[in-house]
């Protein structure tokens, strides 16, 4: 087995955790390759492209790395295991203190594997160009640097959905469930439920609320209205590009799935109960 390694580069912790992660690993057999910034914590050199020949990915930092991760992979089909150094995060598979007993099921082969739902993202630029982009959590259209409201037009499938002046909307798969989607009044999906959810973000009518829409639909969102204040776009709160006027993105369910993996003895329903402190009596 060969498991590719890539921690998050500014964190302090990183380096120590690293080692103990390579060292564990090695103690059972397993061969590892480090990405190439990965590497140099170390004083070592690393391979660029670090998923080619992995049978799996450990991604060590936190979620956000987990996110940094998955973009680079691109489509690759091998599975990512999330170590968080710290405390454990929404997509993440176990702390860095629990590195053994993952190590443990790795090597045994026990593991779960969550699939994950993408989301297929194209921007068609008002003279016929495409950029295309794939969204783990979500889409987000927002005001620019006026600060002001933005009018967004938000059709389903072809048909009407709204006319929305917000601060921007947000198209969410199950996983973006619990980021910006839940920060901005969302529900909580499962992961495996065949749905998305489109929220908008601090509409000007109250009266506008978050919409579940099942995974098959196509969404597009573009300007709306007469005004003309600057839009801007972004996926999994990676790269800002502005939205032209006449310009449309358009949002659907990516033909293939990402693979999480999961330790046997944890569960999307414990995380929520650990991260969002749910004690009831």
């Given at each position: 087995?060969?498991?590719?390694?890539?921690?998050?580069?500014?964190?302090?912790?990183?380096?120590?955790?690293?080692?103990?992660?390579?060292?564990?690993?090695?103690?059972?057999?397993?061969?590892?390759?480090?990405?190439?910034?990965?590497?140099?914590?170390?004083?070592?050199?690393?391979?660029?492209?670090?998923?080619?020949?992995?049978?799996?990915?450990?991604?060590?930092?936190?979620?956000?790395?987990?996110?940094?991760?998955?973009?680079?992979?691109?489509?690759?089909?091998?599975?990512?295991?999330?170590?968080?150094?710290?405390?454990?995060?929404?997509?993440?598979?176990?702390?860095?203190?629990?590195?053994?007993?993952?190590?443990?099921?790795?090597?045994?082969?026990?593991?779960?594997?969550?699939?994950?739902?993408?989301?297929?993202?194209?921007?068609?630029?008002?003279?016929?160009?495409?950029?295309?982009?794939?969204?783990?959590?979500?889409?987000v259209l927002m005001r620019g640097e006026t600060g002001r409201l933005?009018?967004?037009?938000?059709?389903?499938?072809?048909?009407?959905?709204?006319?929305?002046?917000?601060?921007?909307?947000?198209?969410?798969?199950?996983?973006?469930?619990?980021?910006?989607?839940?920060?901005?009044?969302?529900?909580?999906?499962?992961?495996?439920?065949?749905?998305?959810?489109?929220?908008?973000?601090?509409?000007?009518?109250?009266?506008?609320?978050?919409?579940?829409?099942?995974?098959?639909?196509?969404?597009?969102?573009?300007?709306?209205?007469?005004?003309?204040?600057?839009?801007?776009?972004?996926?999994?709160?990676?790269?800002?590009?502005?939205?032209?006027?006449?310009?449309?993105?358009?949002?659907?369910?990516?033909?293939?799935?990402?693979?999480?993996?999961?330790?046997?003895?944890?569960?999307?329903?414990?995380?929520?109960?650990?991260?969002?402190?749910?004690?009831?009596?």
């Open positions: 087995m060969q498991i590719a390694i890539v921690a998050h580069p500014r964190k302090a912790e990183a380096p120590a955790a690293l080692r103990r992660v390579r060292e564990i690993l090695h103690r059972r057999g397993i061969d590892t390759v480090l990405e190439e910034a990965t590497a140099a914590l170390l004083g070592e050199s690393g391979v660029a492209k670090f998923w080619e020949g992995a049978d799996l990915v450990i991604s060590l930092g936190g979620d956000g790395t987990l996110l940094e991760t998955l973009h680079r992979m691109g489509g690759c089909e091998a599975p990512v295991a999330g170590v968080n150094i710290g405390t454990l995060g929404f997509l993440t598979t176990c702390t860095d203190e629990e590195i053994e007993a993952c190590a443990e099921v790795l090597e045994k082969g026990t593991y779960e594997v969550s699939e994950r739902s993408v989301l297929k993202v194209r921007m068609v630029e008002e003279n016929n160009g495409e950029q295309e982009f794939l969204a783990l959590n979500e889409v933005v009018s967004l037009e938000a059709r389903v499938d072809g048909e009407l959905l709204n006319h929305y002046r917000a601060d921007g909307l947000i198209v969410a798969t199950p996983t973006g469930s619990t980021a910006y989607n839940l920060a901005a009044g969302g529900p909580l999906i499962s992961p495996r439920a065949g749905v998305f959810v489109i929220s908008p973000i601090c509409p000007h009518s109250l009266s506008n609320r978050a919409l579940v829409v099942d995974d098959g639909s196509v969404v597009e969102i573009g300007h709306g209205g007469k005004n003309a204040e600057p839009i801007l776009f972004t996926v999994d709160g990676r790269d800002v590009l502005r939205l032209a006027r006449g310009s449309v993105v358009r949002v659907e369910k990516a033909p293939r799935p990402l693979c999480l993996v999961r330790m046997p003895d944890h569960s999307f329903y414990e995380t929520l109960r650990k991260k969002l402190r749910w004690f009831g009596g």
